[in-house]
């Protein structure tokens, strides 16, 4: 059974950061993509950045130079980090990962607050 489970979220003030961790259970860690999507309140969820097990990163345009995914495959663990931090980065964070043949599986989020 996939689990992927979230932490590291919380409320800051513009311009500071915060790292985000996803503990994934289930999954080949070396061999499973990983990543991260983001929902705001009324908006539907977008994608924010991904790694492959290779560790080609991929980023939404929005956070291209603020944040930075990582992932450690020894504790089955990706990182989020994030700096910089705007408003417009308010939402909740969610893991995710493709597996078993394809299907996508998400945690159950982790809420980050940007506010002065």
């Known amino acids: 059974q996939v689990r992927l489970m979230e932490s590291g979220g919380g409320l800051v003030q513009p311009g500071e950061s915060l790292r985000l961790s996803c503990w994934a259970s289930?999954?080949?860690?070396?061999?499973?993509?990983m990543g991260w999507y983001r929902q705001a309140p009324g908006k539907q969820r977008e994608f924010v950045a991904s790694?492959?097990?290779?560790?080609?990163?991929n980023y939404t345009e929005s956070v291209k130079g603020r944040f930075t995914i990582s992932r450690d495959n020894a504790r089955s663990t990706v990182y989020l980090q994030m700096t910089s931090l705007r408003p417009g980065d308010t939402g909740a964070y969610y893991c995710h990962t493709k597996w078993s043949g394809g299907r996508d599986f998400y945690g159950r989020g982790t809420q980050v607050t940007v506010s002065p």
């Open positions: 790694m492959t097990s290779g560790g080609t990163t």
């Open positions: 289930g999954i080949n860690p070396k061999i499973a993509p």
